[in-house]
């Protein structure tokens, strides 16, 4: 053999792939990082779904609960409230359509219940007192949570019952009042004090402040706007709640046949299938077209499929006397003044279509403002609110102010989402900006402590960007039709009040629960480590999320990124 073909070198070789040190020709390098999901950004109380969704899928039910509450106190009543935006940022919807994300909610808060499930004790018994005034989504979603931090807590409210507008406004065939109850009840279990039927007012501030450390307040907005065509002191007109108060307390109005609903919201549609099972017939006018109603399209549907008659982007020019004792009401059609600022609504009227109609009764549903009229000395108000800054306190130092009160969001997720959010400021208020706890606090692991420690993802912070759909590698997901919960038949609801939305079965929830992407999570599937061509992928259970790139070894290919199932590989440049 020549000199010149010994130097040839065999397609084979006696050296391992770690003899060969690629991470010298990169220009990035592969991270294992979570990333967020675009269905927790979307949640107004910024639970961790994925996680959630993954322990059901896993089989851990319990757990899956605890994460749920370590965010959202009330899960089967947001299950059933919440306009649920996470759906619509889901990445599923670019392949077969969004998982049923607000079903599992209320499947697992509805096993929680079914199971007598407590919440996590509270982590410590601290000093400090705080009086929450108001038990509606806020106030309640408030207590709690500075209840689990530990200190003690006072929660005030003007109505015999708990809930605020879950309890006297949302009608019982959308949330059974035994469901509100139950998880009311474990909230209060919690070690919370309770005075129920006392209305307190700016009066009432200073004898708070001498007795608690902070107050938070969250009475809501329970002052219907009135529309200046309509009499006002009587009875054929009445305010959208008012009413639904009424319903709430098995004390409902004489109606009469014919019942006229202004207003295109959540309130209205609601107002309208009350009327509906009173035995009246409904017509809701709004001033939106239909595709533009405040109301959800789902609402809306409702309360069409149950026999409610729709006539939008119509308004209501004058009122007056007719004959047996009706109210008639001159309308015409009407188109949204594209120039109106945000939030405003200027109608213009549409010449020649002038049309009327007859009422028994009209329930104005145009929303509603908080009552402050007394408050104007205490605290410093913005337009028709309470004005907060960043932390949600008010220009009163130690009073903290959310919810319907606070915001013009007068959603149920929402508020709840801001009375968490408040609760943290409280904490940071009462403990000098610091969120750790003293050492002797620490001593004693909770069950929620153990929880989050086997849940090291749910702790790390979400790093770059949410994970686009381009992301995820569809490969692994095969398609699988999404499912929402089936309702009663529209014909069988306007007998009664019996709830029109059936939950999941333990069936068809596994099935949702296994659609979800898990996007940004790494749930330690391996492929990074079995298609890394250089090895440079290891296996540590000792890191956070369990896998480490070997610096020598990783040359920037690409291929754990590709293989990735759920974005939760990214590449990091470097510069030479």
């Not at 007598?116 to 018994?125: N, S, V, Y």
Request: glycine share 8%; proline share 6%; with cysteine.
């Amino acid at each position: 053999m020549s000199d010149a073909k010994a130097r040839i070198p065999s397609i084979w070789t006696t050296g391992w792939t770690d003899q060969l040190r690629t991470g010298t020709w990169r220009n990035a390098v592969a991270v294992h990082k979570k990333r967020g999901a675009p269905c927790h950004g979307a949640c107004p109380v910024e639970g961790e779904i994925p996680l959630w969704v993954r322990q059901m899928r896993e089989g851990d039910s319990l757990g899956a609960w605890q994460t749920l509450v370590a965010h959202n106190p009330l899960p089967a009543v947001v299950g059933r409230t919440c306009h649920h935006p996470c759906e619509t940022g889901c990445n599923r919807n670019d392949y077969d359509g969004a998982v049923s994300i607000n079903a599992l909610e209320q499947y697992l808060g509805d096993l929680a219940i079914q199971e007598d499930w407590a919440l996590p004790a509270p982590e410590a018994e601290l000093e400090s007192r705080v009086a929450v005034v108001g038990a509606g989504p806020a106030g309640l979603s408030c207590a709690y949570h500075l209840r689990r931090r530990g200190f003690r807590v006072a929660l005030y409210d003007a109505n015999p019952e708990l809930g605020g507008v879950l309890r006297y406004g949302v009608p019982e065939y959308r949330l059974p009042r035994k469901v509100l109850a139950a998880e009311v009840k474990r909230i209060v279990a919690l070690g919370v004090e309770v005075v129920a039927g006392r209305a307190l007012s700016a009066r009432d501030l200073p004898e708070l402040e001498e007795n608690f450390a902070a107050v938070f307040i969250a009475f809501g907005a329970q002052a219907p706007k009135m529309l200046p065509q309509f009499p006002r002191d009587d009875r054929r007109v009445m305010g959208g709640l008012a009413f639904l108060r009424l319903v709430a307390k098995a004390d409902p109005p004489e109606l009469g046949a014919e019942v006229l609903v202004i207003g295109g919201g959540s309130v209205a549609m609601d107002v309208a299938g009350c009327a509906l099972r009173l035995g009246s017939r409904v017509r809701v006018v709004s001033l939106e077209s239909r595709e533009a109603l405040p109301a959800t399209a789902e609402e809306v549907e409702d309360a069409l499929l149950e026999g409610a008659t729709l006539i939008d982007a119509a308004m209501v020019k004058e009122v007056e006397e007719a004959q047996g004792g009706r109210l008639k009401l001159r309308c015409l059609k009407a188109e949204l003044d594209p120039a109106a600022p945000a939030g405003a609504i200027w109608p213009l009227e549409v010449a020649g279509s002038d049309f009327e109609l007859l009422a028994d009764t009209v329930i104005l549903a145009v929303g509603q403002d908080p009552e402050l009229a007394d408050w104007q000395e205490s605290v410093e108000l913005q337009g028709r609110l309470v004005k907060v800054d960043r932390r949600f306190m008010t220009s009163r130092p130690g009073l903290f102010a959310a919810g319907d009160l606070a915001s013009d969001q007068r959603l149920v997720s929402v508020a709840i989402g801001d009375g968490k959010r408040a609760a943290g400021c409280i904490a940071d208020y009462l403990q000098g900006g610091k969120r750790d706890r003293p050492k002797a606090e620490t001593e004693a692991k909770t069950a929620a402590e153990a929880t989050e420690e086997t849940n090291a993802e749910a702790e790390a912070e979400a790093e770059g960007p949410e994970v686009a759909f381009s992301d995820i590698n569809t490969f692994y997901f095969p398609k699988k039709e999404p499912r929402q919960r089936e309702k009663v038949a529209a014909c069988e609801r306007s007998s009664d009040f019996r709830e029109i939305k059936l939950g999941f079965n333990p069936a068809r929830a596994a099935l949702q629960a296994e659609r979800c992407f898990s996007c940004g999570a790494c749930t330690k599937c391996d492929n990074c480590f079995y298609f890394c061509p250089d090895m440079a992928i290891v296996k540590d259970p000792s890191l956070p999320l369990q896998y480490q790139v070997l610096d020598q070894y990783c040359k920037g290919c690409g291929c754990c990124l590709a293989e990735c199932p759920r974005g939760a590989v990214s590449a990091k440049e470097e510069s030479k």
